[in-house]
T-cell receptor, first 111, second 113 residues
Framework: GQQVMQIPQYQHVQEGEDFTTYCNSS?????IQWYKQRPGGHPVFLIQ?????EVKKQKRLTFQFGEAKKNSSLHITATQTTDVGTYFC???????????FGKGTKLSVKP | DSGVTQTPKHLITATGQRVTLRCSPR?????VYWYQQSLDQGLQFLIQ???????AKGNILERFSAQQFPDLHSELNLSSLELGDSALYFC????????????FGPGTRLTVL
């Protein structure tokens, strides 16, 4: 079935540094979604990318979908302590097209 | 607030017992999903229901079962509980369930002693 690899598993940064997490698939994706889970919280939808080469921005967050629609990245510029959490990508997979989540990247930010 | 509610928030029980977790989806959402998240682990998809019917199954143990009722709320039943079943159980809902955006509830933290 559909699988998606997410790297790195953990990232520790100093406040103000940039952060990037990557999601890779061996097959072409129809779309990709990104979620954020704060410590002690539940996953919250951030964004969906659909088009090849698409780039979307949300304040300090930049989301990219690869030209071949096989990979995606989430980049945070100048991290803040509020960015702490686990970031998951999710793609359509399975026999019924349900979402398959990556294992997530856990971001910690040192003030 | 996602609009998805889950009860109870916390559950502590003993090995061998049976528990039921409850989820009410967002108004208008027809699909309900159940996920298990162990400490520092990712989201393990368990099962999906759409408008009362089972649609997709993930890594759900035979000791676990779920159903979705006519009013669209869902229950996840966990039986013969083991220590390893201790985890956060999330319910999520979406409008139709074909890879559309999922809205997660706050989760139920299950502790098996």
């Amino acid at each position: 079935g559909q699988q998606v690899m997410q790297i790195p598993q953990y990232q520790h940064v100093q406040e103000g540094e940039d952060f990037t997490t990557y999601c890779n698939s061996s097959t072409t994706l129809s779309n990709i979604q990104w979620y954020k889970q704060r410590p002690g919280g539940h996953p919250v939808f951030l964004i969906q990318l659909v088009k090849s080469g698409e780039v979307k921005k949300q304040k300090r967050l930049t989301f990219q979908f690869g030209e071949a629609k096989k990979n995606s990245s989430l980049h945070i510029t100048a991290t803040q302590t509020t960015d702490v959490g686990t970031y998951f990508c999710a793609v359509r997979g399975g026999s019924q097209g349900n979402l398959i989540f990556g294992k997530g990247t856990k971001l910690s930010v040192k003030p | 607030d996602s609009g998805v509610t889950q009860t109870p928030k916390h559950l502590i029980t003993a090995t061998g017992q049976r528990v039921t977790l409850r989820c009410s989806p967002r108004s208008g959402d027809l699909s309900v999903y159940w996920y298990q998240q162990s400490l520092d682990q990712g989201l393990q998809f368990l099962i999906q229901y759409y408008n009362g019917e089972e649609r997709a199954k993930g890594n759900i143990l035979e000791r676990f079962s779920a159903q979705q009722f006519p009013d669209l709320h869902s229950e996840l039943n966990l039986s013969s509980l083991e220590l390893g079943d201790s985890a956060l159980y999330f319910c999520a809902s979406s409008v139709v369930g074909f890879g559309d955006t999922q809205y997660f509830g706050p989760g139920t933290r299950l502790t098996v002693l």
